[in-house]
């Protein structure tokens, strides 16, 4: 079973960037779509952006469209979330997901989750 780990969470200033990374470990991402999601204080977790097992395919959320970017480095069996142009409204702890088959931006069909990265944007 593929067990993730995320890193690269932080402060920043607004306007700046940061990477998180997910890692695989267990089991390689092969077949394996990746998502990651996020939740702010006192709001529901949210999708940001998916990336189909190949890689070729990706989704975004409205609000992250043009400023971040999901990629996928199978030789490292890791997915990177590269986020640019960040915002204070972009705080939140970040969680990467993982599942069997085709991407999706629902949370539910997600079955492998990781610990979470705290991302703070200050103005």
């Known amino acids: 079973q593929v067990q993730l780990v995320e890193s690269g969470g932080g402060m920043v200033q607004a306007g700046g960037s940061l990477r998180l990374s997910c890692a695989a470990s267990?089991?390689?991402?092969?077949?394996?779509?990746v998502g990651w999601f996020r939740q702010a204080p006192g709001k529901e977790r949210e999708f940001v952006a998916a990336i189909s097992w190949s890689g070729g395919s990706t989704n975004y959320a409205d609000s992250v469209k043009g400023r971040f970017t999901i990629s996928k480095d199978n030789a490292r069996n890791t997915v990177y979330l590269q986020m640019n142009s960040l915002k204070p409204e972009d705080t939140a702890v970040y969680y990467c997901a993982a599942k069997y088959g085709l991407m999706s931006i629902l949370q539910y069909q997600y079955d492998r989750w990781g610990q979470g990265t705290q991302v703070t944007v200050s103005s």
């Open positions: 267990g089991r390689t991402f092969s077949g394996y779509a």
